[in-house]
């Protein structure tokens, strides 16, 4: 009875993992839901444009409460970013002298790199 219950729970262990790498457990925002809800306002960034000569173009942008660094600098692209995740990290410490990207704070403003 025993291989027969520890046969059970691997069997559930290796779904349950086949399952989450698939197709996940997480929200990505792609899926709809079963009931329509009323879309969370987002506040509008405050946007300046500006040109470095070493980097490509940033915008300096005041952070908001529940902004990060990747949802900002994809709310600044309206289609796919040609960076990765850590070119982006990297552009945003050098163009913020060293500010790593947990470290920003609200209220601030900090220059996000803008990729074309």
Same mark, same amino acid.
Do not use: C, W
């Given at each position: +009875? =025993?291989?027969?219950?520890?046969?059970?729970?691997?069997?559930?262990? &290796?779904?349950?993992?086949?399952?989450?790498? @698939?197709?996940?457990?997480?929200?990505?925002?792609?899926?709809?839901?079963?009931? *329509?809800? #009323?879309?969370?306002?987002?506040?509008? &960034? $405050?946007? !300046? !444009? @500006?040109?470095? /000569?070493?980097?490509?173009?940033?915008? /300096?942008?005041?952070? $908001?409460?529940?902004?990060?660094?990747?949802?900002?600098?994809?709310? +600044?692209?309206?289609?796919?970013?040609?960076?990765?995740?850590? !070119?982006?990290?990297?552009?945003? #410490?050098?163009?913020?002298?060293?500010? =790593? *990207?947990? $470290?920003?704070?609200?209220?601030?403003?900090?220059?996000? *790199?803008?990729?074309?």
């Amino acid at each position: +009875m =025993k291989r027969i219950g520890t046969f059970f729970i691997i069997l559930v262990i &290796l779904y349950s993992t086949y399952y989450d790498l @698939t197709i996940g457990t997480l929200p990505n925002g792609l899926s709809q839901t079963a009931t *329509p809800s #009323q879309p969370e306002e987002v506040p509008e &960034l $405050e946007v !300046e !444009e @500006t040109i470095v /000569e070493e980097f490509e173009p940033f915008r /300096e942008i005041t952070v $908001e409460p529940g902004h990060t660094v990747l949802s900002i600098v994809e709310h +600044m692209h309206e289609g796919p970013i040609s960076a990765s995740i850590q !070119e982006i990290v990297h552009d945003f #410490q050098t163009l913020n002298g060293g500010t =790593k *990207p947990e $470290e920003i704070q609200i209220g601030n403003t900090y220059l996000f *790199p803008v990729y074309y």
